[in-house]
């Protein structure tokens, strides 16, 4: 299986394409993989990025299928977030295997986000992956690709300066609201709109800041239950428009599907910040008398830079978790090589020694044939084994697996881990292998759609064209 990364962010496209690509994501990984599209499949939604992990069974280097499965999947975000493709393409990277886990350690570390170092992100990266596993498209190895990055994060925040100072997408909004709003925090009133994740930073950051009077307003009718855990008064919808009017400050978290027209604010001055990633109130609100308006491109353009040291400390430690995942997976390419080797050459030992024992009995004469062939078959794989592991340290592990399939015939599957019964250590000291109960074939990934008739694992592409 192949890791990948489809990637739309405040890097490449403006953020209303990539609000609008984020609402058509919604509910995607799951019918991805239902309909056996995707193995599995992880969804990172923010502010600024959308950005789709997945498993593809296809083959990596051969550019034309890559290419082919980068279109269609374009094609399908595409028509859910109403664009035509050709509208988005560009915009869009694929970022396969190395290069996908790379750009995540680099994400869920601050690097690319508009405030760089911001640690907000750590904690929608871990929300993506719990999200996944919750509604079961999160396959094994997207599971260790996501806690890979958390460890990463977690490294650049012990050994490196970066985020130090506490820098953040909600701070540096809070600090420019501050320079264009009379008073001073405390003695200020603030209303949230939305409580999510992003409104409960907000409400911390408030609080951080003295702010004491906060109202909070959700479309959704959930204020009363997020003000009775975080503090702060809820505002009902027929009490919003009062609300706008007593407060100084009102910050869009909720990203409601309809933003809040200019006419709808009052008048008198008032500072509007919108946080949200689809927007909570109209742009044209810029153009009223004394409003000020600040959204996320103003963030962005006011974002402090981190210095050059702390940026390099953390690039370094992000591509050594790249190159210790890169090794994790060849690695388990290998054992599942060496079992299958192992299998194999055992398979033949035994069909011989079955021989043996028919002709001969079981004498001690027959003991000795079966220790000196064995001894002999140990012997053999020694070389094999020690040569599975060098060449997957120099990154060559897929020149061992064409020899295998070239020389022996065998087709090793997926990377898998081996099991306490297929530790291909065994190979190297001559332990008998044991012998299991029969089992079954093996399940399919979840979600997977498997045809009852075809007696196979299901192919994962082409995409369906009915999904979506």
């Not at 460890?151 to 506490?166: F, N």
């Not at 609201?177 to 925090?185: F, I, M, N, P, R």
């Not at 959704?220 to 008064?233: E, I, K, L, M, P």
């Not at 210095?307 to 210790?324: C, F, L, M, N, P």
Request: charged share 25%.
């Amino acid at each position: 299986m192949v890791l990948f990364s489809l990637v739309a962010s405040h890097r490449d496209v403006d953020l209303t394409t990539v609000a609008k690509l984020a609402d058509g994501a919604v509910g995607l990984p799951g019918d991805m993989v239902e309909a056996g599209a995707l193995t599995g499949a992880v969804a990172l939604s923010t502010c600024n990025r959308l950005e789709l992990y997945g498993e593809w069974d296809i083959d990596p280097d051969d550019a034309s299928t890559v290419a082919e499965s980068r279109r269609e999947l374009v094609e399908l975000l595409a028509r859910r977030a109403g664009f035509t493709p050709g509208e988005v393409s560009d915009g869009v990277r694929l970022l396969i295997e190395e290069d996908a886990a790379k750009h995540l350690f680099t994400v869920v570390s601050g690097l690319e986000s508009a405030v760089v170092g911001e640690r907000e992100i750590t904690g929608q990266v871990r929300r993506a992956l719990i999200e996944a596993q919750r509604s079961g498209t999160a396959s094994g190895e997207l599971i260790r690709l996501f806690e890979t990055a958390a460890q990463t994060a977690r490294e650049v925040g012990t050994h490196t300066s970066l985020g130090e100072r506490g820098r953040s997408i909600v701070s540096v909004a809070l600090d420019l609201a501050d320079d264009v709003t009379d008073g001073l925090w405390p003695e200020r009133r603030a209303l949230v709109f939305g409580t999510g994740a992003y409104a409960g930073a907000t409400m911390a950051a408030l609080r951080d800041r003295g702010c004491a009077d906060i109202e909070v307003y959700s479309a959704s009718g959930r204020a009363d239950a997020f003000t009775a855990n975080r503090g702060g008064t809820p505002v009902a919808a027929d009490g919003l428009p009062e609300a706008l009017r007593r407060c100084d400050v009102v910050i869009g978290c909720s990203g409601g599907s309809e933003p809040m027209a200019a006419e709808d604010l009052p008048s008198g001055p008032l500072t509007v910040v919108d946080l949200a990633l689809s927007r909570d109130f109209d742009p044209a609100a810029a153009d009223l008398p004394d409003v000020e308006l600040i959204t996320l491109e103003s963030v962005k353009l006011a974002a402090p830079e981190e210095t050059g040291e702390s940026v390099a400390a953390a690039e370094r430690i992000v591509d050594q978790a790249t190159r210790r995942f890169r090794d994790r997976r060849s690695g388990r390419d290998m054992s599942a090589a060496i079992v299958a080797l192992r299998q194999h050459t055992m398979g033949v030992l035994e069909k011989e020694l079955e021989k043996i024992r028919k002709h001969h009995g079981c004498t001690g004469a027959t003991e000795e044939v079966e220790f000196a062939m064995r001894r002999m078959v140990r012997s053999l794989l020694h070389e094999p084994t020690v040569r599975a592991r060098q060449l997957a340290e120099e990154g060559r592990a897929d020149d061992y697996l064409t020899g295998l399939e070239a020389v022996f015939g065998i087709e090793v599957p997926g990377a898998q881990e081996p099991t306490a019964e297929q530790d291909p250590t065994t190979a190297a000291h001559g332990t008998r292998p044991k012998r299991s109960r029969e089992a079954g074939p093996a399940p399919s990934p979840a979600g997977a759609h498997r045809d009852p008739s075809a007696g196979s694992e299901p192919r994962l592409y082409p995409l369906p064209r009915a999904v979506g």
